[in-house]
């Protein structure tokens, strides 16, 4: 499994704890977002983060922006991608449960500590009870 990560301006300091995170946990990650506070164009960020994660079943990503919607609007237009924009851990975990999420969204602005919490309960939750959740 590979995490990759992508931000926008508004993502970039919250970014880099998430990144220090990943690193200190041994994830194998990605970054694909900018390196600084100096505005740049989140859809085209969503994108890269997108192409990569549909080059493995097994991937995860993770967007960053202002608040999470504009990122999750731009993912969900490419096809393969599931992307939660998400406020709560709950949120977070019943994106993996019921929805499959190969990606999730959330604002810049929130606390590092809680963005930490949705980072760990993305990669360790998984789908589940696919008959349900997978009918036509
Ligand atoms: C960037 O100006 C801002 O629109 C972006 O960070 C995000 O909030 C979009 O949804």
């Known amino acids: 499994m590979k995490i990759i990560i992508g931000n ?20 194998y990650l990605e970054d694909v977002g900018c390196d ?57 975990a019943l994106s993996r449960l019921h929805n499959n999420a190969n990606v999730i969204a959330f604002s810049g602005r929130i606390d590092k500590s809680l963005a930490l919490r949705f980072v760990d309960k993305f990669i360790n939750t998984s789908f589940s009870n696919k008959e349900r959740h997978m009918k036509k």
Not at 8 to 27: A, F, Q, S, T
Not at 36 to 42: F, G, I
Not at 57 to 73: A, K, P, Q, V
């Open 36 to 92: 600084s506070v100096e505005s740049v164009d989140y859809p085209l960020i969503a994108k890269k983060v997108c192409d990569e994660v549909l080059t493995d079943e097994d991937n995860l990503g993770i967007l960053i922006c202002g608040t999470g919607i504009g990122m999750s609007i731009a993912a969900n237009r490419i096809k393969g991608i599931r992307c939660a924009k998400v406020s709560t851990e709950d949120e977070v």
């Open 8 to 27: 926008d301006h508004n993502g970039y300091e919250l970014k880099k704890e998430i990144i220090k995170y990943l690193k200190d946990n041994r994830y």
